[in-house]
């Protein structure tokens, strides 16, 4: 079993709807990062959280410690955040990254 | 926010080459690089992690002898492929941490290296 799951894998959706990625890890985290990797390959560092909710424009990150659970939600989604969101999560014990294995997000027109 | 940029963004080289690979923090001084290695529809594969002025640790599996990690500066890290192959054909990012904005040690990624090895 991965340390960080993501899901779904893949997802589909319409311009405009309301879109959830979640995340679940099982080691003890400093912090958790939502990143975005569009298909030229770069990465974008959407969130660093510890701790509560985030939100930058459309995009909203939630975490919960005790649940060890993390979502990224898109507000009125668009074709623009098709890209990869892949969520990554700083071990606490070797001070490193854990990523998941990302969601492939399509927005279709 | 802060900017990590890479160079080249993609290279194309024969068998038995050596590449280099540069990774910058243009608007903060990293204190930590790391150098991920990603294939095809994978996640990031960490393969080392570097502080200014100290030998690189590698990860397990990695040849440091192969990947050649020089943390100059608080600015500039490069990553070298000596006598690359074609399965080092890969997408190569580099990251940062350090203090910018004056806020919290986040990390910054670059936009990676696609290495192509013919």
């Known amino acids: 079993k991965n340390e960080v799951e993501q899901s779904p894998q893949n997802l589909t959706a319409q311009e405009g709807e309301f879109i959830t990625i979640n995340c679940s890890y099982s080691v003890g985290i400093s912090a958790l990062h939502w990143l975005q990797q569009h298909p030229g390959g770069g990465i974008v560092s959407l969130f660093m959280?510890?701790?509560g909710k985030k939100k930058h424009g459309r995009l909203i990150a939630t975490i919960n410690i005790q649940e060890k659970h993390s979502s990224l939600h898109i507000t009125a989604s668009h074709p623009r955040d098709s890209a990869v969101y892949i969520c990554a999560v700083r071990s606490g014990a070797t001070n490193k990254l854990i990523f998941g294995t990302g969601t492939l997000l399509a927005v279709q027109p | 926010g802060a900017v990590v940029s890479q160079h080249p963004s993609r290279v194309i080289c024969k068998s038995g080459t050596s590449v280099k690979i540069e990774c910058r923090s243009l608007d903060f001084q990293a204190t930590t690089m790391f150098w991920y290695r990603q294939f095809p529809k994978q996640s990031l594969m960490l393969m080392a992690t570097s502080n200014e002025g100290s030998k690189a640790t590698y990860e397990q599996g990695v040849e440091k002898d192969k990947f050649l990690i020089n943390h100059a500066s608080l600015t500039l890290s490069t990553l070298t492929v000596t006598s690359a192959h074609p399965e080092d054909s890969s997408f190569y990012i580099c990251?940062?941490?350090?203090?910018?904005?004056?806020?919290?040690?986040?990390?910054?990624f670059g936009p990676g290296t696609r290495l192509t090895v013919t």
């Open positions: 959280l510890s701790s």
């Open positions: 990251s940062a941490t350090g203090l910018a904005g004056g806020s919290s040690y986040e990390q910054y």
